[in-house]
């Protein structure tokens, strides 16, 4: 089976700071994983996605991740965070040769003017 | 173009009561899912279609829900004797289809279900 952990439901970032959103995930076969933002009131928005490609992967609005086999872990940074990212993000898998996707519980962003 | 579309945006029934939510996915997309987003979680998945079928619904978690989608087009999740437990955001997605897993899912902004 698979899961997905996102360690901290709540992370606080000054503007201008490192942001950094942690996700481990758990999968028997190599996994498709992917960080989608939902911003208040508006649907789940594709951030980035890892298909078995480079392992840096780098997505919109200036954010990236790297999969990390052997630490099972895809987490999600963005060199300096801006106001307009404060939203909640959720880490999530899914398998080759599957259609499910499992998502974490959630990170919100909090940034501190 | 038009993203997926999600009615009605809000619903309130009391228990016991039957609903429907319906779904419009892009254009030309064959694969549609249904999830579910309790407070404070992330979404479940629920059930996922690639045209007319139902290829996987695993995750409806009992016989009170149901979904179909007759054309391949809009899609409706129904649930049956509304529980209070089933209170939660209803999302669909969809992608284009024939890729599996790893295409790019586009979400609608989702129905809230209160039961009262």
């Known amino acids: 089976a698979q899961s997905v952990t996102q360690l901290g439901s709540h992370v606080s970032v000054s503007e201008g700071a490192l942001v950094l959103l942690r996700c481990n995930y758990s999968s028997s076969v190599p996994p498709y994983l992917f960080w989608y933002v939902q911003y208040p009131n508006q649907g789940l928005q594709l951030l980035l996605k890892?298909?078995?490609?480079?392992?840096l992967v780098k997505g919109i609005n200036g954010f990236e991740a790297e999969f990390k086999k052997s630490e099972t872990s895809f987490h999600l940074t963005k060199p300096s965070a801006h106001m307009s990212d404060a939203a909640e993000y959720f880490c999530?898998?899914?398998?080759?040769?599957?259609?499910?996707?499992?998502f974490g519980a959630g990170t919100r962003l909090f940034v501190k003017a | 173009g038009a993203g997926v579309s999600q009615t009605p945006s809000n619903k309130v029934t009391e228990k016991g009561k039957y609903v429907e939510l319906r779904c419009d996915p892009i254009s030309g997309h064959t694969a549609l899912y249904w999830y579910r987003q309790s407070l404070g979680q992330g979404p479940e998945f629920l059930i996922y279609f690639q045209g007319t079928g139902a290829a996987d619904d695993s995750g409806l978690p009992n016989d009170r829900f149901f979904a179909v989608r007759p054309e391949g087009s809009v899609s409706t999740l129904k649930i049956q004797r509304t529980e209070r437990g089933d209170s939660a955001v209803y999302l669909c997605?969809?992608?284009?289809?024939?890729?599996?897993?790893?295409?790019?899912?586009?979400f609608g902004p989702g129905t809230r279900l209160l039961v009262l």
């Open positions: 890892y298909t078995s490609a480079a392992t």
């Open positions: 997605a969809s992608s284009l289809g024939g890729g599996g897993a790893e295409e790019t899912q586009y």
């Open positions: 999530a898998v899914s398998k080759t040769g599957g259609f499910k996707t499992i």
